[in-house]
Every structure is written in structure tokens, then in C-alpha cells.
């Protein structure tokens, strides 16, 4: 609390005035023995008692008046906690634009609440003050390189800031809003962040490097239980789809509400007519629709489901794009003869298409490793490498590069050089990654024991041997193995999908950057086993090789806010990239490649990459899955627990942010309580003075009837 006119101090010892006089006119009751009086002891003891607590009452209302009117002259003012005496302040702003501020359940986006707040915050701010605003998205902006004084300028940026459908990074926005007030080193430093503080987006979020002088106000927009339901997930399996096979489209459903719903699906897939299904969903989570798909012509198939509108529409509708081919294609490099017996190679290719005049099968390209190309390892869903005796330097690190961005290596394990070819591998890796394992050594268990190592252990739960799981299908313990490689330790991070008897890894596989590698430890040459000569060596090595296609296949998907990437066969000509609306967008293209960048997608959507216009590609756009679910946190809960400095709370369920910013006089009120004390004042002194005249009277009466002056004090004494 603040005086307006602290001058008026020394008035304060007005209070005793009312005690003085009290005390000096205090009336000293005498007592008298006469008989007569004996009678009425009590009646006076009662009305004493009365004419005491009554004088106790008005000292106390006179004394209470006398504080009120000294208060009256020193206008007291409640302080505001953001008020910021003498010079001006710093401020900055932390809005959310993140796709959950688009919620319009009242009818009006939570965005535009947060606009009038930011707006009023910095119509708060004196002469003086410094501010900046940083919207909250995929990567956080700030309207000025850092805070200053044109606050003009700040309020036309918030006035023309729109919500995005952007997921929003909360941790980069608050560290940007810290660094700024770090530089800016104002003893007066505040941090307002404006926004609905969905748990999802909010709940890792920690406000540890705030400056020590700054003091942070939580603004949430929105306080109540907001529901919603979003489409959050597509799946084709199989990930790749072939044209003439069945096909299985998984919708994965979200119910952000508290009671469970049943919620009507729409698969629209290509020119087939849309399906509706109904998908029931336990409160807060997630289920899944299932649509049977088949499709006879190859070529790209656009998909997208969707639910009814709600208060959010951005999450309603979710795409995704299928590149429908009539049969997978693998690129076999190896230095072997793939014609002719008994070369590895020549089984391996008999294994993928056993009849390669017939279309319809598996596509095989073989090629020596010194004449592949980049068009055939972008035209390539898996590499093999089998029977390679020589891989030239420039080579590998092609192959590397073209794991790392998604594709998918398949390694036979058999011949000279491929212990220095794995290590070389290993080496191009990154710190953190590398291959499932690696050959040390190969033995020859021809002489020793049975002469022969099986498989004793299976992972059937992945999805590249599921099918196995029954014996009756399939029995690969029956495969007779009489040359193989000891390895080193698998990498914990690898999936171990087949092992030998004594433990060896026979075929594991873990990824490498946005691709993954398998190793299969098994040598189809007919001197190192019989595994050519099993009938379940086709369809494990389809299973295999499928799988791995499959992994790649999943990455094809973007959200708005960041970048978005296609790797095109040609892409020699005028690359351009039309967004859902049709407008161009920024591209970066790699001739060398054919990699096109589309720098930023900043809405969901169908994104057109077409080279002198025609469309070569199409890429889905689609909302984080983690913006659907509309939960919030407390906002004081992201203060670390060893934070001492205060935190206000403001807007929806809190303070008003002109209670925290202006200082309120008192003055107005301490006038009705002065008021509301005379009141009193008289209301309590009334009875005894009408009771003293009464008194008086009765004495004046019995002095001129001529005597009796015993009933006039005896009347006086029970005043």
C-alpha cells in the first residue's frame, strides 16, 4: 500500500483525541446509603453495566472516525503488484498460435482472446517501457530483434497475427522470451505468456533461466474442459501397396471428451465411392476403424478420412498418398553371374521372381556395384547386396547416403571381402549409429560336431516373420547351415529377427538415419547350406525384403510448420510446388539428387511438385497428432520448485490484468466507512441521551415541587 499524501503522517495522533475526551468526561457516580436505594441495587447494576458497554462502543467508533477521516487526508492507494514506479519497464510476450487456439467452442477462437489480451498488456506499459511479442509456433518468431519502444508496431503485428495449425514449440518460444529479458538487463522485467497451456505442448516447458528481476503472468485464454475429436492416423498395410491386392486403410480415431462416443468415419480413397464406418472411443484416447481396400490399376491414389465438424476442423480431415506400383522393385548388386548356378546371386533372384518374363512379380535389376547409378537407387524399394568381391570407394558412401534418407539395404552375408565392406560401412556412420552387427570370422562346421548349425531362436512377433509363427506353414529350423560368420555383440539398439543355435545373430536388422539395414548371416550358396533348396526360402526372403520396403514407406507424411521433401527420378527441368490452395511455395531443389525441398508447408494439406507442369509428386500435410488432444496444465506448475519469485495469474479463472497493473485508491471507500460510523455513532449514543434528558427532567421537577431530591438522584444514578 502507497500514500498519496504521506504529509499528513503526524495526524495519526488524532486517534487519542477521542480517548481524552472519554476519559475527562467520564461521569463519577455517587453512592448514597439510604435505605430506600437497598430496593434497587440491581435495577442499577444492570443499567450500569449497559452505560459502560455503551461508552466502550462509542470510544471505540470515535477512535475507528478519527483513524478514517487522518486515513481520508493521506489517500492510501493499494499497490499493484506490476505496477512499475519511476521509470519504464520491459516487457515481453509470449502468444500461442499454436492449431489449439483455433478452438471456436463458444463461437470465437481462443486466438482472439488472446489477442485482446496481448493487446491490452502492452496498452498497460508507460512512457518508457520497452516490449516485444513472440508467437508461438513450429519455430517461434519475435516482431523485433528484441525489445524496444515501438509499441505501435507490436500492436499492428498482434492485430494482424492469425492462429496456425502449426504444433507449437513452447520450450524454444520461452527460451527465446528468456535470452531476450537476459539481454535486456531491466530492473523492471516482466514475462507475459498468453495461452490455452495444452498439456501436450506445455507440460516439459520450465521457466529455469528466467532473469532473477522478472516477474511472470500466466494468461490462460480458457479455463473450461474443451472436447474434441480428430482423425490422427492413416495406416496401409501393406505399406507398400501393390495394384490387384488387398489392402487394409487403419484410421485411428481421437476422443477428447469424458464420456465415450462412437464416432462416424469416411475413408474417401481415390475415385472409389467413400465408405462410412462407425468407430467406438473410450473417453480420452484412441481408436481404430478398419477399411478393405483393393485396387487394380497402378499410378498414385489419394486418400482421406474424416469425421463431422466440430469446434476444431483443422484436425477433422486427415490425407495421405499411396504411390500404387504393380510390383516391388529390388536392385541386386553383385559381382556374380545371377544366371547361372551356383552363384548366390542366380538363387536369390530365382527366389524374388522365379518367372521374370510373367509381369506381375517382383522386379529385379541386377547390377554390378562399379556401374550403378543414382536413378537406379532412387528407382530401387530395397538394395541387396550379395557376392559383391569388389565395391568401389565412391560407391559405398552412394549407398550410405541412400539408406540415410529412407531407403532400405538388404546384405547377404557370404565371400571374401564382405568383413572389410561391413566395416567400411560401419565407419560412414554417424556417432550413435551403425550396422546390427558386425562378421568377425567365418567357420566351417563341416568337420565338427554334426556338421551342421540350425536355427534355434525366431522373433515372430515382428512383422517380418509373422507369418511363420506356425511350423505347419513354414519350419526354419529345418534349414542345414555349414558356413557362416561369428559376429560381435549385437547393438542393443538392433532388432535380432533369427539366431543360430549357438547364439551367432543370423538376421537382424536396425536403422540408419531415416532407412534401415538388415544383415542376414544366411549364405544361399548351395557349399555354405541348403537354404536355396528349402521351399520357405522365397517367401522368407519376400517377407524380408517386404518389411524392409514397408519401414520406408511409413516417413511420408509432413506437419505445417516445417519443411517437406521428395526425391523425384527427373528433376532436370522447372520445379515448382503448388500448396492446397493452389498458390506457389518456396522450393529448394538438388539437381544432383533430384531432391525438392519444399522450405515451409504452413497448412494441412495436398502439396503439388511438378517439374515444366506436370505433377511428378504429391505430399500430404497433416496436424500433429499431439495438438488434437486439448487437455491444459496449471501454469504454475511450469515453475521450477526451487522458484521463489512470484507468479500472477491472469484471465480465465484469474486476476483482471488491470488489478495487477494499477493501483487502486482507498480513500473512496474509507469515505462510506466514515460515513457508516457516524451512522453507528449516533445510533448508539441516541438512547443514552434521551434517557439523560429523561434524567434531567425528573430532577428539575422534584426541585421545584420543594424536596424529595432522593428520587431525582436516584433516577440520575441509573443513568
Known amino acids: 500500500m502507497a500514500l498519496a499524501n504521506p504529509g499528513y503522517l503526524p495526524w495519526l495522533l488524532l486517534i487519542g483525541v477521542p480517548v481524552v475526551v472519554h476519559l475527562l468526561t467520564r461521569r463519577a457516580v455517587r453512592a448514597y446509603a439510604l435505605p430506600t436505594f437497598q430496593f434497587l441495587r440491581r435495577s442499577v447494576a444492570r443499567q450500569s453495566r449497559i452505560h459502560r458497554l455503551r461508552h466502550v462502543i462509542l470510544l471505540a467508533l470515535r477512535t475507528c472516525l478519527a483513524a478514517l477521516l487522518v486515513g481520508i487526508f493521506l489517500r492510501p492507494e493499494r499497490t499493484a503488484p506490476l505496477a512499475a514506479p519511476g521509470s519504464g519497464k520491459t516487457a515481453v510476450i509470449v502468444l500461442d498460435a499454436s492449431l489449439s487456439m483455433s478452438w471456436s467452442g463458444s463461437g470465437v477462437p481462443l486466438f482472439e482472446a488472446g489477442r485482446t489480451h496481448a493487446l491490452r498488456v502492452l496498452d498497460q506499459l508507460g512512457p518508457g517501457s520497452r516490449a516485444n511479442v513472440i508467437l508461438v509456433g513450429a519455430s517461434p518468431w519475435a516482431v523485433l530483434p528484441q525489445p524496444g519502444s515501438d509499441l505501435g508496431r507490436l500492436r499492428a503485428a498482434v492485430r494482424a ?92 480415431v481421437w476422443n477428447g471428451s469424458d464420456r465415450p462416443r462412437t464416432i462416424p468415419v469416411t475413408l474417401a480413397a481415390g475415385a472409389t465411392e467413400p465408405r462410412t464406418i462407425a468407430v467406438a472411443a473410450a473417453p480420452q484416447s484412441t481408436a481404430t476403424g478398419e477399411f478393405a481396400l483393393k485396387f487394380e490399376e497402378p499410378g498414385r491414389c489419394l486418400c482421406a478420412a474424416s469425421i463431422p465438424p466440430d469446434a476444431l476442423p483443422a484436425d477433422d480431415r486427415r490425407f495421405f498418398v499411396a504411390d500404387l506400383q504393380h510390383s516391388m522393385t529390388v536392385l541386386l548388386l553383385t559381382d556374380e553371374d545371377a544366371s547361372a548356378s551356383p552363384a548366390g546371386a542366380y538363387y536369390v533372384a530365382r527366389a524374388l521372381n522365379p518367372t521374370p518374363s510373367v509381369p506381375g512379380g517382383i522386379r529385379v535389376l541386377v547390377r554390378r556395384p562399379s556401374a550403378v547409378g543414382p536413378g537406379d537407387l532412387k528407382a530401387a524399394d530395397v538394395v541387396v547386396l550379395c557376392g559383391v568381391a569388389t565395391l568401389p570407394a565412391d560407391r559405398l558412401p552412394q549407398i550410405h547416403r541412400h539408406v540415410q534418407e529412407g531407403g532400405a539395404l538388404v546384405v547377404l552375408l557370404y565371400g571374401l571381402r564382405v568383413q572389410a565392406q ?63 560368420f561369428l559376429t560381435t555383440e549385437p547393438d542393443p539398439r538392433a532388432e535380432v529377427l533369427l539366431k543360430f543355435e549357438d547364439g551367432t545373430p543370423a538376421a537382424a536388422r536396425r536403422p540408419l538415419g531415416a532407412g534401415s539395414v538388415l544383415l542376414l548371416n544366411l549364405s544361399p550358396v548351395p557349399a555354405d547350406s541348403d537354404l536355396a533348396r528349402q521351399e520357405v526360402f522365397p517367401p522368407l526372403l519376400h517377407e524380408l525384403l517386404k518389411g524392409m520396403a514397408a519401414r520406408g514407406a511409413e516417413r511420408r507424411e509432413f506437419a505445417p510448420g516445417g519443411p517437406a521433401s521428395v526425391t523425384l527420378d527427373q528433376a532436370r527441368g522447372r520445379v515448382a510446388a503448388l500448396g492446397p490452395d493452389g498458390r506457389p511455395r518456396p522450393t529448394t531443389v538438388d539437381r544432383a539428387s533430384g531432391a525438392v525441398v519444399l522450405d515451409r508447408v504452413d497448412r494441412s494439406g495436398l502439396y503439388s511438385v511438378r517439374v515444366d507442369g506436370r505433377e511428378e509428386a504429391v505430399l500430404a500435410v497433416n496436424p500433429h497428432p499431439d495438438e488434437s488432444d ?90
Open 630 to 719: 486439448l487437455r491444459a496444465v496449471d501454469p504454475r506448475e511450469l515453475r521450477s520448485s526451487r522458484d521463489r519469485r512470484p507468479a500472477y495469474l491472469a484471465g480465465a479463472g484469474g486476476a483482471r490484468l488491470e488489478d495487477l497493473t494499477r493501483s487502486r485508491p482507498l480513500w473512496p471507500w474509507m469515505v462510506a466507512a466514515a460515513f457508516a460510523v457516524m451512522v453507528l455513532e449516533q445510533l448508539v449514543a441516541g438512547p443514552g441521551r434521551r434517557r439523560e434528558g429523561r434524567a434531567v427532567g425528573s430532577l428539575a421537577e422534584g426541585a421545584g415541587a420543594g424536596g424529595r431530591p432522593g428520587a431525582g438522584m436516584g433516577k440520575a444514578a441509573g443513568c
Open 422 to 484: 561391413m566395416a567400411a560401412l560401419s565407419r560412414l556412420a554417424a556417432r550413435g549409429e551403425g550396422l546390427p552387427f558386425l562378421p568377425t570370422r567365418q567357420v566351417d562346421v563341416r568337420r565338427q560336431g554334426k556338421g551342421f548349425v540350425a536355427l534355434a531362436e525366431a522373433r515372430f512377433e515382428s512383422r517380418l516373420l509373422r507369418i511363420f509363427r506356425d511350423p505347419q506353414s513354414a519350419d526354419l529350423g529345418r534349414i542345414r547351415f555349414r558356413r557362416f
Open 161 to 252: 497475427a492469425r492462429p496456425t495449425e502449426e504444433r507449437g514449440d513452447a520450450a524454444a518460444a520461452i527460451a527465446l522470451a528468456e535470452e531476450q529479458l537476459a539481454r535486456a538487463d531491466s530492473p523492471q522485467a516482466e514475462l507475459h505468456i498468453i495461452s490455452d497451456f495444452q498439456r501436450s505442448c506445455w507440460a516439459d516447458v520450465r521457466l529455469d533461466a528466467l532473469p532473477e528481476a522478472t516477474r511472470a503472468v500466466f494468461t490462460r485464454v480458457d479455463d473450461s474442459p474443451r472436447e474434441n475429436a480428430a482423425v490422427t492416423a492413416i495406416h496401409l498395410r501393406p505399406a507398400v501397396p501393390r495394384a490387384g491386392e488387398e489392402i487394409t486403410a487403419r484410421v485411428e
